[in-house]
């Protein structure tokens, strides 16, 4: 990767154009807008040629690291490969055109790909039915919270205003559940990285709306007494939300709906393959069990009896609304025939092959690297930083000499060609390195993971000053966050446009 | 296991990873899973689909889809978009990255943001925006939120009832389960009522308003004295635009509103049936470090460079959990790389002659319609490209006839109401043959 240091703006030349539009013939334009109501100048947006803007972006474009150059072992963020046929599916022309308040009779393809989806993931998960509104894990979550308040809502059952957390969870949960106006109350963890029965029981009672779980949790560790919670939390009347987040390690093995979720989120970004676009746009999907359908959000794809696709846009038990339209319909289009490929035949393959890659580099590293939690994992785990972190008490011959830290391990990382994996999180532990390889890397691609680990673990002992500046062959350094916040510059500026936040 | 193109296990492979691990198969590695949740069907799903059937698959889906021509709005515009931007957009190394936190090798991802930011200020007038957020509804409640913890201690929002109804509807939930009270402002005459925005302030605790620049008719509203009003009662005033019409109306900025949210999806976005399409969000500085969402700032490495960064994160879920301003733990960086790209291309020029023709080209199906003598306009308020009559044909009967003859156009907005929306992309040829049609629907 290469540095290039230029902003679009500062290619911008007076009179120079990058845009092909037809003149305007005589008749009105906007300069007959009233003078009261009209920008008094024209916005100061670059001026480039379409030559000057493509060279731009690409170089730009080249400063970048994805999933089609390099693996990610990013824990919780399953950054599985992103199949090229699914992005020829969302630019067909057809469905590009569709204007989404088009009239369910012209539209009836469409709405069959959220029939068919709907259906898929149902299956899949064992929920009874999906909202396609959520535009992201996190909407899904605040989405499925609401349909859990709702729930409580239509059966008169005011109180419950608490949501249950384990301090394991992803930060999303928390924070959902307040965007919500719950209020969070954490369970911790018990030593063995799992939710803390004993310590969940007092805190049930009928102010508990329910409880989130990410099952396997973020420590990659299969909730075994899933069971038992299901019947204690239903026992005093909340319910079980699933953060998808995590589905991946059970795609073609196990259902949440069979362990007694009913409701849940399913991240199409990361289990269903769509690329994750450098932030977004993503989707969040929640589904819920029988019970609950009638609080799904609108609007709501149905099957008439006719066999004719509509929808619903209005219904009084519904939590309500949560995007402009009908969700990101180009991601839906990307899921659904990523789940045609896999069929019923290579579904069952997903979920262990991940499984397979994650167990496969924690006893590879584990010599190198601390491991909190031992036994079986599932599509990720956890390090606790360097087992030899090179750090060396202070002698009468030598000053003390402090460790190699996490993320000196992950920004080395870079220099070896593998993006970082997730660090310090969760926070249960100080230097946590969180891995998931996904099921579309191959052995060797792993191999060459572990190899570069474990250098790393040699480098701490050997040159930790190296690693501590580290990465070297990226095209910038470690970048001065604290500056960046002190004394934040969110906008170009020039002279005379300086902005000061 | 299976043999397929995305999975690279050979059966060698696993099974020297099995021995590595230490256990005999695969399953072995679900021994915590109780056996009885080990599902054994086939997760209702058909064989297995070639590449080549899942294409046929979907083209036959989008042959079902009819195609119409776009003369309606509505919060999703049909604006042509460049060759370019999908070129750009569609290289894996912007597609298939992740959320930009390792800075040293999502430079790309990074500068893109903070174009989009700045473009976005310059767009809006105003000093700061975030990386984007999911929609331009959701964006407006966020807004609402934001309001509450700029200004402390209030509870009520007033909103617009000019604002399009999947703004309405969007503030409404989110605001429901935050417990954030709302209070409305009536229109009057196709636009917000002043007097009703002052009579809804006096009762108090108001933390800020929503207003649209152009609102549901396609009214280019006044909103001159509304921001002094809110401030008056300490309050923020939130504007909700359509940010292609901001290279030619007046900004945000200009009407003194402290945050401005809307959709990008005017920007050259497909329509694609409601998306993805991209939120945004600018502010007066005093605000940034309410702003929900991801932010990108500039700064140097540790050789000086200038480089970028994810700034400000001090506000956000994975510091602050529970206290964060938000949920939100992405942005739709893609679509923002959408919007980047056709600014970039359309500029200072293209986007005053965007919205001159689309003007011309709206007020040429405007003066044709009344011509028809079927429509009347009950509003008499300038309009960019929108615009909203009185129709003689009850709105269902025009929009079918309409769609029969291959326009989607005359979106209901009231008792015997309709609207039309013209972009650049619409043809004089198209917009005859709309009133052709429109001629021909007997009473």
Redesign the interface.
């Known amino acids: 990767m290469k540095y290039y240091d230029k902003l679009i703006f500062e290619l911008s030349k007076k009179g120079r154009i990058g845009f092909s539009l037809p003149e305007c013939k005589e008749g009105e334009t906007s300069d007959s807008i009233p003078g009261n109501l009209k920008r008094q100048s024209p916005p100061d947006l670059p001026q480039v040629s379409e030559p000057d803007v493509v060279r731009h972006y690409t170089n730009l474009s080249q400063m970048n690291f994805g999933v089609d150059t390099g693996f990610y072992p990013l824990g919780s963020c399953t950054m599985k490969y992103n199949p090229k046929i699914n992005e020829e599916i969302a630019n067909m022309p057809g469905f590009q055109a569709l204007h989404p308040l088009q009239p369910d009779s012209s539209v009836q393809g469409a709405l069959s790909v959220y029939y068919g989806l709907d259906k898929a993931l149902s299956a899949i998960t064992g929920m009874e039915h999906f909202t396609f509104g959520p535009c992201a894990g996190a909407h899904g979550e605040l989405t499925g919270l609401m349909i859990m308040r709702k729930y409580h809502f239509l059966r008169g059952d005011m109180k419950r205003t608490k949501v249950i957390v384990p301090d394991s969870a992803h930060g999303t949960n928390p924070a959902s559940a307040v965007s919500c106006g719950l209020d969070v109350v954490v369970v911790k963890s018990d030593a063995e990285g799992l939710v803390d029965v004993d310590s969940l029981k007092p805190l049930l009672d009928d102010t508990v709306a329910g409880i989130m779980m990410t099952n396997p949790n973020t420590l990659g560790l299969f909730e075994k007494n899933i069971k038992e919670i299901a019947a204690l939390v239903h026992g005093c009347g909340g319910l079980l939300y699933y953060d998808g987040a995590n589905l991946n390690p059970l795609l073609g093995v196990a259902r949440p709906g069979d362990m007694g979720f009913d409701i849940m989120h399913v991240n199409l970004h990361k289990t269903f393959s769509t690329p994750h676009g450098g932030g977004g746009p993503g989707a969040g999907p929640v589904g819920v069990s029988k019970e609950l359908v009638d609080c799904l959000p609108v609007p709501r794809v149905v099957r008439n009896d006719d066999g004719t696709y509509g929808i619903i846009r209005s219904d009084k038990n519904s939590a309500g609304t949560v995007s402009g339209f009908m969700g990101n319909f180009g991601i839906l289009l990307r899921a659904y025939a990523y789940i045609l490929m896999l069929g019923k035949q290579n579904v069952k393959s997903a979920g262990r092959l991940a499984v397979l890659n994650a167990n496969y580099i924690k006893e590879s590293l584990k010599d190198c690297y601390k491991l909190p939690i031992t036994g079986l994992c599932k599509h990720e785990f956890v390090f606790d930083g360097l087992i030899d972190d090179g750090s060396r008490d202070a002698t009468p011959d030598s000053e003390e000499i402090k460790g190699v830290t996490t993320l000196d391990v992950a920004k080395r990382l870079l220099d070896y060609g593998f993006h970082a994996p997730t660090i310090y999180f969760p926070m249960l532990f100080h230097q946590s390195i969180m891995i998931e390889p996904t099921e579309t890397e191959s052995k060797e691609t792993i191999d060459s993971f572990i190899t570069a680990m474990k250098k790393i673990a040699e480098e701490a002992k050997n040159d930790p000053d190296s690693l501590r500046k580290a990465p070297h062959l990226t095209p910038i350094k470690r970048p001065d966050e604290t500056a960046a916040a002190r004394n934040p510059v969110l906008t170009f500026m020039d002279e005379k446009n300086a902005v000061r936040i | 296991?299976?043999n397929?193109a995305?999975?690279?296990?050979t059966d060698d492979?696993?099974r020297?990873?099995?021995d590595?691990?230490?256990?005999g198969s695969?399953?072995d590695?679900?021994?915590?899973?109780?056996a009885?949740?080990?599902?054994r069907g086939?997760?209702?799903?058909?064989?297995?689909?070639s590449?080549q059937?899942?294409?046929e698959?979907?083209?036959?889906?989008?042959?079902?889809?009819?195609?119409?021509k776009?003369f309606?709005g509505?919060?999703?515009y049909?604006h042509?978009t460049?060759a370019?931007i999908?070129?750009?957009v569609?290289?894996?190394?912007?597609?298939?990255?992740?959320?930009?936190y390792?800075?040293?090798?999502?430079?790309?991802?990074l500068?893109?943001i903070?174009?989009y930011?700045?473009?976005m200020?310059?767009?809006t007038g105003m000093?700061?925006?975030n990386?984007?957020l999911?929609?331009?509804?959701?964006a407006a409640a966020e807004a609402a939120?934001m309001a509450l913890s700029c200004t402390k201690h209030k509870t009520r929002i007033l909103i617009s009832r000019t604002l399009l109804p999947?703004?309405i509807?969007?503030i409404?939930?989110?605001s429901?389960?935050?417990?954030i009270q709302l209070g409305y402002i009536s229109e009057d005459k196709g636009q917000t009522s002043l007097s009703s925005l002052n009579s809804e302030l006096s009762k108090g605790d108001v933390a800020g308003i929503i207003v649209p620049g152009i609102n549901k008719y396609g009214v280019?509203e006044?909103l001159?004295g509304y921001a002094d009003a809110v401030h008056d009662e300490k309050g923020v005033m939130i504007e909700y635009c359509d940010p292609s019409s901001?290279?030619?109306?007046?900004?945000p900025g200009?009407w003194n509103a402290d945050i401005a949210v809307g959709?990008g999806q005017s920007l050259g976005i497909?329509?694609?049936?409601?998306?993805?399409?991209?939120g945004f969000m600018t502010c007066k500085?005093e605000y940034?470090r309410k702003m929900p969402g991801?932010?990108?700032?500039?700064?140097?490495?540790?050789?000086g460079?200038?480089?970028?960064?994810l700034?400000?994160?001090?506000r956000e879920?994975?510091?602050?959990?529970?206290?964060?301003t938000?949920?939100?733990?992405?942005?739709?960086?893609?679509?923002a790389?959408f919007v980047?790209?056709y600014?970039?291309?359309?500029?200072?020029?293209?986007?005053?002659?965007?919205?001159?023709?689309s003007?011309?080209k709206a007020?040429?199906l405007y003066s044709g319609l009344l011509e028809t003598g079927l429509f009347s306009d009950v509003f008499h308020r300038?309009f960019?490209n929108e615009f909203t009559l009185e129709s003689k044909i009850p709105a269902n009967e025009l929009?079918?006839k309409l769609?029969d003859a291959g326009f989607?156009a005359a979106?209901e907005v009231g008792e015997g109401l309709v609207s039309f929306c013209v972009t650049?992309k619409r043809t004089e040829e198209e917009i005859d043959a709309l009133l052709k049609t429109v001629k021909e629907v007997r009473l």
């Open positions: 296991m299976s397929f995305y999975f690279p296990h492979d696993i020297e990873m099995l590595r691990i230490g256990v695969v399953d590695l679900y021994g915590d899973v109780p009885d949740f080990m599902y086939d997760f209702g799903l058909p064989d297995a689909m590449e059937q899942v294409r698959f979907f083209e036959k889906l989008d042959s079902k889809d009819s195609k119409l776009v309606a509505a919060g999703a049909d042509y460049p370019v999908p070129y750009i569609s290289r894996s190394e912007f597609l298939t990255a992740y959320t930009p390792q800075a040293e090798i999502s430079q790309g991802t500068r893109y903070f174009e930011q700045s473009m200020c310059i767009l000093d700061a925006g990386a984007s999911y929609d331009g509804p959701t939120r999947n703004v509807d969007v409404e939930t989110y429901g389960y935050h417990g280019i006044d001159s901001l290279a030619v109306i007046k900004t200009d959709d497909p329509l694609c049936f409601g998306g993805p399409y991209v500085k940034v991801r932010v990108v700032g500039e700064t140097r490495d540790s050789d460079k200038r480089c970028f960064v700034t400000l994160q001090a879920q994975h510091i602050r959990r529970e206290k964060a938000s949920n939100i733990c992405s942005n739709e960086s893609l679509m790389l980047t790209v600014l970039s291309l359309m500029g200072k020029e293209g986007m005053k002659r965007v919205n001159d023709l003007y011309g007020h040429r300038p960019l929009q079918r769609m989607f979106i650049e």
